[in-house]
């Protein structure tokens, strides 16, 4: 039985070193097929490279490899760009680290130009870049050999040097891209391959860092968080989680996640990473030239072997509910589901319902009527008259309470000295006329949340951009109106170069609105007067550069209760003169005949 055991042992040993050494030259072979020569003799010096995962990690010990390019004979000189176009997007990359360098979107349009999702700030924009490292480690910018798989696929692939405890090896890096025709997702593979001359991969404690950033497009002024912002998720076990971000320090997750995301107000990068544990980090650290970046780090863990193949999906485009949708069903070429993209979107919270059904109803009017501006007169004519019973009663429980303000103010004056039983008179009071005075609110109070989801509905949703509403004066509902521009002057203060007609319209439409709901007993009240006057004036200042889509709701919004108001108005007078009983006729008496 031992004899038997150790033949198998010998014939094991015997396999698997023939397998190894035909393994050596397919591998050489292939090596000289793609340009790369095969001699080892000219692997230059190897510098130690100090990187840590993060800034206070200490340094690994000096066994841990350090790379450096490999520099054959036949290695590239000068830089190579590669463009591949698809039907969605125009994409640049470089043989310079083999990253992206623009990545625009040909259905959407920044001004005149398409949008950027690759912003660059004093230098060119590099995107999916490799560390050998953690975060700290400095960009692969080494010239890369380039390999033309197909119309929509490439490939870089470079050679590396390694020092390990004193001794040379080599491993091969490899960036393939694959772009889809019809999709805004694309396929990142980074392979390692260090064959037989190196037991792992480790530098300082991570085998690499794949970085995007700096920023996603499109371009903007400055991040505001009310007409534009940037938003950092993760999505794990169903849940989405908000990560707050600051140029202080990177946000890092080490919690596996379904993917991660960096979203502005119409457009995301969303990352799918593999099942491998990687180490997320969110960082907003300041770039030369750029307001405010915005980067994603994905961390690999150092490797206990000498390959690996990862693979990782991105989704750069328009952050609208459904392109989103697409990878929750199935209709998409990678044949993802439920992957929940529809997260990122930004909704009213807990309104997010309403602000759902409001959204349908919104692209149903437009599906009648092709135009956005249109659709939101429609939708606020809609939602007016689905309110109006409610509107109808607070009126109705304010002609009431007008009537009963008599008998509330002398109840007030007769108890001023005691508060208690001030209020046992006024409740006995509502009780015997049967008046609830919450009735008066509570209109208002349902109508408020619906008022939310429209403001939220109207300031986010993407299909407004660039939909026009008036040629020549809305050309787009989700920037504000310009009727006049007298850049680069500013009004000292405000700030403003630019002549806007919407917000007057706005301004006249409140002041109107409160003069045709001010109730009598407010006319002599210097309060109610200021609130009637004063807050048109302020939300004036407020709302001055806001989207137009959203002044065109509010401005149709005041017009049309204004309507109703003059109409129930009309109705309760004609109902209060009914209530009052006519004067019975005055009989004179008749005069006495004389017999």
């Known amino acids: 039985m031992e004899k038997r055991t150790l033949l198998a042992v010998v014939l094991s040993v015997v396999v698997i070193s023939v397998f190894y050494f035909i393994q050596g030259i397919t591998m050489q072979s292939r090596a000289l097929e793609q340009g790369t020569p095969p001699g080892t003799d000219q692997v230059p010096a190897p510098t130690a490279v100090t990187t840590a995962l993060q800034p206070d990690t200490p340094p690994t010990a000096p066994s841990e490899s350090a790379a450096l390019p490999a520099e054959p004979e036949a290695a590239p000189l000068s830089e190579q760009r590669v463009t591949i176009e698809t039907p969605l997007a125009v994409v640049v990359l470089t043989n310079a680290g083999g990253d992206v360098v623009s990545y625009r979107l040909k259905e959407h349009k920044d001004k005149d130009d398409l949008v950027e999702m690759v912003l660059p700030g004093e230098t060119e924009s590099h995107a999916f870049t490799i560390s050998f490292g953690g975060l700290n480690a400095e960009p692969v910018r080494s010239f890369f050999y380039v390999k033309t798989i197909s119309e929509y696929s490439v490939e870089f692939y470079r050679d590396f040097a390694i020092s390990l405890n004193g001794e040379a090896g080599r491993f091969r890096l490899t960036k393939r891209y694959d772009f889809r025709p019809n999709e805004y997702m694309f396929e990142l593979t980074v392979s390692l391959d260090g064959g037989y001359s190196i037991p792992s991969l480790n530098f300082s404690g991570a085998a690499y860092t794949l970085g995007f950033g700096p920023q996603i497009g499109p371009k903007f002024e400055k991040l505001d968080q009310r007409y534009d912002y940037r938003q950092y998720y993760t999505f794990a076990n169903g849940k989405r989680k908000q990560e707050k971000v600051t140029e202080?320090?990177?946000?890092?997750?080490?919690?596996?996640?379904?993917?991660?995301?960096?979203?502005?107000?119409?457009?995301?990068f969303i990352a799918v990473p593999d099942a491998t544990q990687y180490q997320l980090a969110f960082s907003a650290k300041p770039e030369p030239g750029m307001v405010s970046?915005?980067?994603?780090?994905?961390?690999?863990?150092?490797?206990?072997?000498?390959?690996?193949?990862?693979?990782?999906?991105?989704?750069?485009?328009?952050?609208?509910?459904?392109?989103?949708?697409?990878?929750?069903?199935?209709?998409?070429?990678?044949?993802?589901?439920?992957?929940?993209?529809?997260?990122?979107?930004?909704?009213?919270?807990?309104?997010?319902?309403?602000?759902?059904?409001?959204?349908?109803?919104l692209m149903l009017f437009y599906h009648i009527v092709p135009n956005y501006?249109?659709?939101?007169?429609?939708?606020?004519?809609?939602?007016?008259?689905?309110?109006?019973?409610?509107?109808?009663?607070?009126?109705?429980?304010?002609?009431?309470?007008q009537a009963l303000s008599p008998k509330i103010k002398e109840i007030q004056d007769k108890y001023k000295d005691n508060p208690a039983k001030m209020n046992s008179e006024m409740a006995e009071l509502y009780k015997k006329e049967g008046y609830n005075p919450l009735s008066g609110c509570l209109p208002l109070l349902l109508q408020f949340p619906l008022f939310i989801a429209m403001y939220n509905l109207f300031n986010n949703h993407f299909d407004l951009r660039g939909a026009m509403f008036i040629p020549g004066w809305i050309p787009d509902l989700s920037l504000p109106e310009v009727v006049w521009s007298f850049a680069p002057f500013q009004i000292p203060i405000l700030g403003w170069s630019d002549l806007r007609l919407l917000p007057f319209i706005y301004l006249g439409s409140q002041l109107l609105y409160g003069k045709v709901t001010q109730t009598p007993d407010q006319k002599g009240n210097a309060q109610m007067k200021m609130m009637l006057y004063a807050m048109p004036i302020i939300f004036f200042f407020i709302l001055y550069n806001v989207p137009s889509g959203l002044l065109l709701y509010w401005i149709m919004s005041n017009i049309l209760t204004m309507v109703q108001q003059l109409a129930i108005n009309k109705y309760l007078a004609q109902k209060k003169s009914a209530a009052v009983p006519a004067p019975e006729p005055v009989i004179a008496p008749r005069k006495k005949r004389r017999r």
């Open 248 to 268: 202080n320090a990177p946000v890092l997750i080490d919690t596996r996640v379904s993917w991660a995301a960096i979203a502005g107000k119409y457009f995301t």
């Open 293 to 361: 970046p915005s980067r994603l780090y994905m961390v690999r863990p150092p490797l206990n072997g000498s390959r690996t193949t990862d693979t990782y999906r991105f989704y750069l485009g328009p952050k609208n509910q459904k392109t989103l949708a697409a990878y929750d069903n199935g209709d998409n070429s990678f044949k993802l589901r439920d992957m929940q993209f529809i997260k990122v979107l930004t909704t009213s919270g807990i309104l997010g319902p309403v602000e759902a059904i409001l959204k349908w109803l």
């Open 373 to 401: 501006g249109v659709a939101i007169i429609l939708l606020t004519l809609l939602v007016k008259v689905l309110m109006f019973p409610l509107t109808k009663k607070g009126s109705e429980s304010t002609l009431r309470m």
